[in-house]
């Protein structure tokens, strides 16, 4: 895809964003309307991993037009998963004019990393977190009463949880940004590990769409695992390229240690 130059007037910015939109809409609508077509196996893939929380209890389609609804919606779930390299390209590709000619390099590797990293957070959910979370929402139900499943309900918290461990698994490459580039010292990430920590617990409450305390809790453990693995690369990568010092160097430092190596 070709890239825009970095000084253009805002109309021409605001162009170069529409472009990209559209590329990404019609990739995804395109994508879907032939997903479409093979979306009852999908779902029968999406039920098998949580029918054991299910004892035995088949989903039900509440409305004429449920269907439909679901049908379309795991469509478009499974073309944004499979144009997630699509999509990341063209939100990276429209912020690379604005980065420096060494910084430009980063940018494929970095493509590549949020693509194997959003994959690997779905597959995470897919194997740990969906069994877990189900299966303590649905005994709370079964100790009540019957539970008529709705099929609409049960895929779209499966959707949310999947996009949103897919989301959450991007947390190394900007904890890793923002330490390398020293936009935030990794000084200050190490230090104020507790703020974070309070920080991800409150996080974890409000992205997980199903209100489970086990859901709740697994994702925490997967942000602090997944932030103690970026500060680690990060640590890493700063004092084999600078040296130990580094580690406490604010943006004006590194800036200031570009300038004299020039």
């Not at 969906?130 to 049960?154: C, H, K, M, R």
């Not at 430092?253 to 190596?261: C, R």
């Amino acid at each position: 895809m070709p890239i825009g130059p970095a000084r253009m007037p805002i109309m021409d910015h605001l162009g170069e964003l529409r472009r990209r939109l559209t590329i990404v809409v019609v990739s995804v609508i395109a994508c879907a309307l032939i997903v479409y077509f093979a979306t009852p196996t999908l779902i029968e893939l999406m039920i098998g991993q949580i029918e054991a929380a299910m004892r035995g209890a088949e989903l039900v389609v509440m409305s004429v037009l449920g269907g439909f609804t679901i049908r379309f919606k795991v469509a478009l779930f499974f073309s944004v998963i499979i144009c997630s390299p699509i999509i990341i390209w063209e939100v990276l590709a429209f912020f690379l004019p604005a980065l420096k000619p060494k910084e430009r390099r980063w940018v494929v590797p970095t493509v590549a990393a949020m693509v194997l990293l959003f994959f690997l957070g779905m597959v995470f959910c897919f194997f740990i977190i969906q069994p877990a979370a189900f299966g303590w929402l649905l005994d709370q139900s079964f100790e009540i009463g019957t539970i008529v499943p709705n099929a609409e309900d049960y895929l779209d918290i499966y959707m949310l949880l999947e996009i949103g461990f897919g989301i959450a698994f991007q947390l190394p490459l900007v904890i890793f940004y923002l330490s390398i580039i020293h936009l935030v010292p990794y000084r200050t990430f190490r230090s104020q590990w507790r703020v974070v920590y309070v920080g991800f617990m409150v996080l974890s409450a409000i992205v997980t769409p199903d209100a489970s305390p086990v859901t709740m809790i697994l994702m925490f453990a997967v942000l602090i695992f997944l932030y103690e693995a970026a500060l680690a690369v990060a640590r890493f990568v700063i004092v084999a390229r600078d040296g130990k010092e580094a580690l406490k160097w604010t943006r004006e430092d590194y800036e200031q240690h570009e300038f004299d190596k020039q």
